[in-house]
């Protein structure tokens, strides 16, 4: 399997399959409830729309797009300071950066 194939199956795989886990480990009783809100910190990517082009395999989101900045990053990490659905958000955040940031450095360009 060529490199981009694995790149962008790891890429889906840490933002649709793995936050399953992170909700099983951290929100077993709600877990449900937990992953949905996980997969709602997508929309994070909406910002990508804004960019042209809107998809560039070789450009680094973070830094980049207004919602994945340092100063947003930032803000996700205070998230984590708050109890309930904000915390389970800025995990959400902080994981999706975290997957894209892992994309653009450790794989084949």
Do not use: E
Request: hydrophobic share 55%; aromatic share 22%.
């Amino acid at each position: 399997m060529d490199c981009l194939l694995w790149k962008t199956c790891f890429h889906y795989f840490l933002h649709f399959i793995f936050p399953v886990f992170i909700a099983l480990l951290f929100y077993r009783k709600n877990w449900i409830k937990a992953y949905l809100i996980l997969l709602a910190t997508m929309a994070v990517d909406l910002d990508h729309l804004f960019a042209n082009p809107v998809f560039d395999p070789s450009r680094n989101s973070i830094g980049f797009h207004i919602l994945h900045s340092y100063y947003a990053i930032a803000v996700y990490f205070l998230m984590l300071f708050f109890k309930g659905n904000i915390r389970i958000v800025g995990i959400g955040l902080l994981f999706h950066m975290l997957t894209d940031f892992q994309d653009f450095t450790f794989w084949c360009h």
